[in-house]
């Protein structure tokens, strides 16, 4: 049995909007723009924000590593004007049932209440600071009715399936439900019409160049507009993005090459099913309540979790078809407002975040068809940036920086020279809040990209990782390290920014707090 299941791009586009009422005539008649909001800001240029990601996950035998992200994170919190979550805000499949353990608890002092936690609803969350998410991959999977139907109140099926970390209740994300109750400013929940007026009345008296939209009031009222919006802070552009419904594998050929690849494909899914079993059996064999095998299960926890991710590329590669669904719509919006900002004399900077890196050195993630995915798409709305700007941009990049998550680690990239206008940009992937560490790639900081082009096939370095904070080591060596940044935004056009590493590491049974030398970009 198929115990997770991701919704089609199309079913997450439709429900999303169901759920914001898209396009309603009472919107529409107060000229209400659902992707953009304001949030209150001091005169200054000067501005710090913290970033976070792949956070929502339980303790892991007997410390909570979240939590002590969540600590550095409260060191730094009155000097910080917003928090960006790049995603996967619970694990495993989204589920209601564990916000209030697995977001609620960690980030209380963020939460209005939080000093009573056990009593805050998660769709009922007001924060005191801006706390600013994009959903990731997990925060969108579902698991089969039937298993709903059978986990409540069979507890051994449950038991079963702990290696796996399958912690997923009853329901499952319901298509993102979960999240959007929890975030988004979830509009059909309103039924009577007059109390729709007057919500819109209320709320979405921001006022920007594209019209009315929602104001963002740390306190009162805090919920974003949308599954992809952007707002203006110090000068800066900030551009959040939905990466799941831009990722589909591009589809196989119908050639002989592309039938041999499906035949690869079908083969490693093959081989990752016997690898898993073997890794399961071996879990059988430990006892979780001795440190030593405590240790092995989490190091197997973590391979667990790499061969599920394995497996859905290769099932989406494997199911992918000639026509694949692509949110040609928020990608198109994100085209027309980065030309607008670059048109704008008031915007200094760029940033975008969003969940699925197009650059990235974990141990896994480069090859999967969703990061090629990810990267095209985004390579193409900047290549059509960059020809509709011409001079504007200069030697400046399209955005100064990208923020991602989904893979668990602290990374610092920076492209060179594509060959396309996602040149020159600083990455940096803050994904290692909570969920298990992860290792960096056996082939190094470099990654290289096969182009085709009229010459044919050719192979050239787009990347270069300066900085990796995850899992190393192994043994009584082994470290993990739970992390997010803090970023200082500085005066100027162009902006400087710099990156503040905040590290909680874990080496052996012991906690330390790393310090590492700041990054300048």
Request: hydrophobic share 35%; glycine share 6%.
């Amino acid at each position: 049995m198929k115990l997770i299941s991701d919704p089609s791009i199309a079913i997450k586009i439709q429900k999303m909007k169901q759920r914001v009422r898209w396009q309603h005539p009472s919107i529409i008649e107060r000229s209400i723009d659902q992707t953009r909001m304001v949030i209150d800001q001091h005169d200054h240029p000067d501005f710090s924000f913290i970033v976070l990601g792949d956070s929502g996950t339980k303790s892991h035998y007997g410390y909570h590593p979240q939590r002590l992200v969540a600590e550095l994170m409260l060191k730094h919190k009155d000097e910080c004007s917003f928090v960006l979550h790049t995603g996967d805000v619970i694990y495993v499949v989204g589920s209601r049932e564990y916000y209030p353990a697995n977001f609620i608890e960690p980030y209380r002092e963020f939460i209005v209440g939080g000093e009573q936690p056990e009593k805050i609803a998660y769709d009922s969350m007001v924060f005191n600071l801006p706390f600013l998410p994009v959903l990731g991959n997990h925060d969108y999977y579902d698991v089969p009715f039937f298993y709903r139907l059978i986990t409540g109140s069979t507890l051994s099926l449950r038991r079963m399936l702990r290696y796996k970390d399958f912690e997923i209740g009853w329901h499952g994300s319901n298509q993102g439900d979960a999240y959007a109750r929890a975030f988004i400013d979830y509009l059909t929940g309103i039924a009577a019409p007059q109390e729709l007026n007057q919500h819109l009345d209320k709320h979405y008296t921001g006022k920007t160049d594209t019209g009315r939209c929602l104001h963002y009031l740390p306190g009162e009222f805090t919920r974003v507009p949308n599954r992809y919006y952007s707002f203006r802070y110090g000068g800066i552009d900030f551009f959040a993005l939905d990466s799941n419904t831009f990722n589909t594998p591009a589809p196989l050929p119908h050639t002989a090459a592309g039938d041999v690849y499906r035949r690869e494909l079908q083969k490693r899914r093959q081989e990752i099913d016997r690898e898993e079993e073997l890794i399961l059996a071996e879990c059988d064999k430990l006892n979780p309540e001795v440190a030593a095998d405590a240790e092995l299960l989490d190091d197997f926890s973590a391979k667990l979790d790499q061969i599920n991710e394995i497996k859905l590329d290769i099932e989406k590669q494997l199911a992918s078809d000639d026509s694949p669904v692509i949110d040609w719509e928020q990608l198109d919006w994100l085209r027309s407002r980065l030309i607008e900002s670059w048109h704008c004399s008031e915007v200094r900077g760029r940033i975008l975040f969003f969940h699925h890196p197009p650059y990235v050195t974990e141990a896994t993630k480069w090859d999967q068809a969703q990061t090629l995915a990810v990267r095209q798409r985004l390579r193409w709305v900047f290549n059509q940036v960059a020809e509709t700007v011409g001079d504007g941009v200069k030697e400046r990049p399209i955005v100064d920086i990208i923020f991602n998550g989904h893979a668990h680690c602290l990374e610092y990239l920076r492209t060179v020279d594509t060959g396309h206008a996602d040149s020159h940009i600083n990455c940096i992937v803050s994904g290692g809040s909570g969920r298990r560490p992860r290792r960096q790639r056996a082939e190094g900081t470099v990654l290289m990209e096969m182009f085709q082009d009229n010459s044919g096939k050719s192979i050239r370095k787009v990347a270069h990782s300066q900085l990796y904070v995850g899992r190393s080591g192994h043994g009584v060596e082994k470290q993990l390290s739970y992390s997010c940044v803090r970023i200082d935004v500085k005066d100027g056009n162009p902006p400087k920014f710099i990156v503040r590493p905040l590290v909680a590491e874990r080496v052996g049974d012991e906690w330390f707090e790393r310090e590492l030398d700041k990054i300048v970009i």
